[in-house]
């Protein structure tokens, strides 16, 4: 099996936070300084070519977990969302893998923490119905139990009574006045476009002494 002699380690002059290895083949190759800490190597070390791999599969996988935090720096993301975003860089599902691994068992990601918290803003700004926010989840990608959980803890907390209310209330719809059939249609048309079913609808119109 192949082996190189390193021979010189320098800090690059344009990124500082990276090392250019020279081998005494003539080669170079540059690490980030994490990969660079957490597989140490000194001038006078020799690689072999599946050290010298492992090495640079470490840079790979650091590059794909800097863009990852960066992506999570703004907001939280889906497992699904998140590899779409890494794929779109061009890096290779492998090493994508690699990474979401170890970001789902750092806590970085976490379906089930998503969801709830994308579930409560949506509800909380939008005002949707479980329709809605069912369409608002689709590109998510998300496991049917963390979705139907999340769908029931949300409503649990804002109950689709009183989302409905708050529409109508909005739209001034008064309480106790039976509706003619255009201000019906009207009240109707606004809380099916927000994701109610027709059953709630029914229900709410009920309650409220428009029908």
Excluded at 42 to 61: E, F, K, N, R, S
Excluded at 126 to 135: E, N, T, V, W
Aim: positive net charge; glycine residues 4%; hydrophobic residues 40%.
């Amino acid at each position: 099996m192949a082996k190189r002699k390193i021979i010189d380690i320098q800090v690059q002059k344009r990124r500082k936070n990276r090392r250019s290895i020279f081998l005494d083949d003539g080669s170079v190759f540059g690490i980030s300084e994490d990969v660079f800490f957490s597989i140490p190597v000194q001038i006078g070390d020799t690689l072999t070519d599946q050290q010298l791999d492992d090495i640079l599969v470490a840079d790979y996988q650091q590059k794909i977990m800097d863009v990852a935090l960066n992506l999570l720096s703004y907001r939280m993301r889906s497992k699904a969302e998140l590899m779409r975003r890494l794929k779109r860089k061009s890096f290779n599902e492998d090493g994508i893998y690699a990474v979401m691994e170890k970001l789902e068992t750092k806590g970085y990601v976490d379906d089930q923490k998503f969801a709830g918290v994308f579930a409560r803003e949506k509800v909380r700004r939008k005002l949707i119905g479980p329709m809605a926010l069912r369409s608002e989840f689709s590109v998510h990608g998300l496991d049917s139990d963390i979705l139907e959980h999340t769908l029931k803890k949300t409503y649990d907390e804002f109950p689709e009574y009183t989302l409905m209310d708050q529409l109508l209330a909005k739209r001034r719809v008064p309480m106790n006045k039976p509706l003619d059939l255009k201000e019906k249609n009207n009240a109707v048309n606004t809380l099916r476009n927000k994701g109610f079913s027709w059953d709630r609808i029914q229900e709410i119109l009920v309650k409220r002494g428009n029908i």
